[in-house]
């Protein structure tokens, strides 16, 4: 039997869909104000992790999917004739792009960011004033 999701859990799952990035689906549906990125970053995953969310996502994905007439095996030959076409013109740039846009449609690649330094927001102040004397 389906587990009921809480109204925040719901959220989570909405925006995700949206936006693609837990985190941030983290921070716009539950109060996360004060929370460390860190904390943030757990608690998101611990959410996609959860049976029922991730299965609920996974099949919002699908039916976006059937709906746009996409799927993954669709995609991966599409990409595996595209990179071969362009082989066959010497263009190896656009077939290897195309090989590596087929590894990470399936999972082989991961894009990881790390960051480092401050996450404290900067404020720059611009004061607009006439021309200088020398750009007369």
């Known amino acids: 039997m389906a587990q009921k999701l809480t109204a925040k859990q719901e959220a989570f799952i909405r925006a995700y869909l949206k936006c693609g990035n837990a985190s941030e689906a983290y921070r716009q549906s539950y109060d996360a104000k004060g929370m ?21 996502i996974a099949a919002y994905q699908a039916k976006a999917n059937e709906r746009a007439g ?41 894009e990881r960011v790390e960051h480092s330094g401050s996450l404290e927001p900067v404020i720059v102040t611009f004061s607009i004033t006439g021309p200088r004397d020398d750009d007369k």
């Open 36 to 56: 460390k990125p860190e904390t943030i970053n757990k608690r998101a995953s611990e959410l996609l992790s959860e049976r029922e969310i991730a299965g609920r």
């Open 70 to 110: 996409v799927t993954l095996a669709d995609h991966l030959t599409r990409m595996a004739q595209l990179s071969e076409e362009a082989r066959e013109v010497a263009q190896f740039s656009a077939a290897i792009r195309a090989e590596e846009l087929r590894a990470k449609a399936s999972g082989l690649y991961v």
